[in-house]
């Protein structure tokens, strides 16, 4: 979450191609000695001298050759021995090449190369995805380190008819007090829900409705977090070394907002799931030329007046419960993980005490928190249709994005994105830079998208949104955003993760 001033350690990037996880056992470096049988003892002192020093000599070798290839080193420090170079063969850096100079050397700045570069670096595109998807793009850019951002995209057999053509699945989740969350649930939310739908009993005896699908959706999420997070008594009371227990505690100390959107190829029907305030929206042009924008889902935070509503009905007898569009702190409302938001203060005490959990929320600014739990992984589930005629897109992202745009901004510039690709991809549009001003990036003005600064050129359309979004064709206003690096980055720009869906008409073809 950008402006949640919240602890944060980052996640690592998660792409799932198939919806599948493959793990294999990392090699082991293996240490391997060659015995040799006694010989009958016919040496003398002499001979005896001779092989000790020879082995001396040998472990000598062995132990100066393996101090330059201990493959747990400090990185760094080895990268600083290879530049410096060793004195005399004894493996010490030679610091005397750092030379004399009172000069500070600073890194370069990004190149224009070199923000393309990055911003192209967790970049994908998938051509075809079946008769009704042309292809899908998606990118992320990290803000944080590690980036507390993750994603997935792929396919899996259809729930309602195993024969019938796949569905299709892209997720976005937004973590927030570390990485762990959105990176657990990469490998283990698409599981619940598969299961859940697996499981799901039409109410009316037929096929399953949408109902019925939206609250199989509905009880996989609030499955998973129940496992998450109500586990934690029976962790701590279990028999599990204190290293185990501390892995199975450190996600449900984490929170992630997730937004998951399944696509029912068959029936054009796409069912999104949403927690938090990442956001779904569809985008489709109007017979008049234009780019309509549809959002598809509702920010769930402190600042929603639905959910406020919600939490004050929920908890009535505390009013200071929602403050600044925030829930005792917290941003969103809808999240997977936060226990500390969820768990009984007598646990909450237990865990700080002897498991090193969270001091949050903040005793000294939220004196009136009670016992909740406040938080809730419950998502709102919505289904729409896919529009049969004129083309359509999907545009999903985590806040970062909606932090620098406006949905209707997003849905305009994927447009103009579009028909830039159907003229032949030409050369770059890059707009007139001579009336843009100096570059102010701070509490005056973070990163975002402004129309005369609208920039062609990216291939691919989750790239083009983030670069708008950071500066667009003002190239020293993209640089100095990616100039700064975590912990600075934080105060103007969040993670950001997109993905980019596009679809084909009724009748038409992928590509």
């Given at each position: 979450?950008?402006?949640r001033?919240?602890?944060?350690q ?12 493959h ?7 293996r ?13 003398s ?19 100066t ?38 000069q ?5 700045v990004p ?8 911003l ?13 998807v042309?292809r ?16 997935i ?11 019938d ?6 997720g ?28 799901a ?13 939206q ?10 977090d129940?496992a ?18 501390a892995r ?9 907002c ?8 068959q ?9 938090g ?30 959910e ?7 908890f009535?007898?505390?009013?200071e419960i ?13 999240t ?9 203060a ?9 498991y ?44 970062g ?5 406006t949905s209707?901004?997003?849905?305009d ?28 990036l701070g ?32 190239e020293?206003?993209v640089?100095?955003?990616?100039t ?7 105060d ?14 009724a ?5």
């Open positions: 979450m950008f402006s001033q919240l602890l944060r980052r996640p690592r990037l998660s792409t799932i191609t198939h919806l599948s996880h793990s294999s056992p990392r090699p082991l470096t240490f391997a000695s060659t015995g040799t049988q006694a010989k009958t003892l016919l040496t002192t002499t001979a005896i001298a001779f092989g000790a020093g020879l082995v001396s000599a040998t472990a000598l070798y062995w132990f050759s393996r101090s330059n290839q201990t493959p747990n080193s400090n990185s760094s420090f080895a990268e600083a021995s290879k530049t410096l170079g060793s004195r005399k063969d004894t493996g010490i850096p030679d610091l005397n090449k750092l030379g004399l100079s009172d500070i050397a600073y890194g370069p190149t224009s190369e070199d923000i393309t570069r990055q192209n670096e967790h970049a994908f595109s998938v051509s075809g995805g079946g008769k009704l042309r899908y793009d998606g990118t992320q850019l990290a803000s944080n380190s590690p980036c507390e951002d993750a994603f995209h792929g396919s899996f057999s259809n729930p309602l008819n195993k024969a053509e796949d569905w299709l699945a892209w976005v989740f937004d973590g927030h007090c570390g990485w762990q969350l959105s990176n657990l649930l990469t490998k283990q939310l698409i599981p619940y829900v598969r299961r859940s739908l697996d499981n009993k039409p109410k009316d005896g037929g096929q399953l409705s949408d109902d019925d699908i609250e199989a959706i509905r009880s996989a999420f609030t499955s998973l129940d998450l997070v109500k586990s934690a008594v029976a962790t701590i009371e279990s028999n599990l070394s204190f290293a185990e227990k199975r505690l450190e996600a449900a100390y984490a929170g992630s997730a937004l998951l959107a399944l696509l029912d190829p029936s054009r029907k796409l069912t999104v799931a949403s927690t305030d990442c956001r779904a929206v569809l985008g489709q042009k109007t017979a008049d030329g234009k780019w309509a924008a549809t959002d598809l889902t509702t920010d769930c935070t402190g600042a929603t007046p639905s406020v509503a919600r939490i004050q009905a929920q009535p007898d505390e009013p929602v403050k600044g569009g925030r829930i005792w702190g917290m941003q969103p409302s809808r997977f993980g936060d226990g500390m938001w969820k768990w009984p007598a646990l909450k005490e237990t865990l700080r005490n002897y090193n959990g969270l001091s949050l929320p903040s005793t000294v600014r939220y004196g009136a928190y009670k016992e909740g739990p406040y938080l809730t992984a419950e998502p709102l589930v919505s289904t729409t249709k896919i529009p049969e005629s004129g083309p359509s897109f999907l545009i999903l992202a985590t806040d994005l909606w932090d620098a745009m209707k901004q997003a849905v510039l994927v447009g103009r994105w579009v028909e830039w690709q159907a003229q032949g991809q030409g050369k770059p549009v890059k707009p007139n830079s001579s009336g843009f001003g100096e570059v102010i509490r005056k003005q973070q990163c975002k998208f402004e129309e005369e600064k609208l920039t062609l050129q990216d291939n691919n359309a989750a790239v083009h949104l983030v670069r708008n979004g950071l500066g667009g064709g003002d020293k206003m640089q100095g955003a990616l700064f690096r975590y912990p600075n980055s934080r103007i720009r969040d993670d950001i993760t997109v993905q980019v869906v596009f679809f084909a008409p009748g038409g073809k992928g590509k």
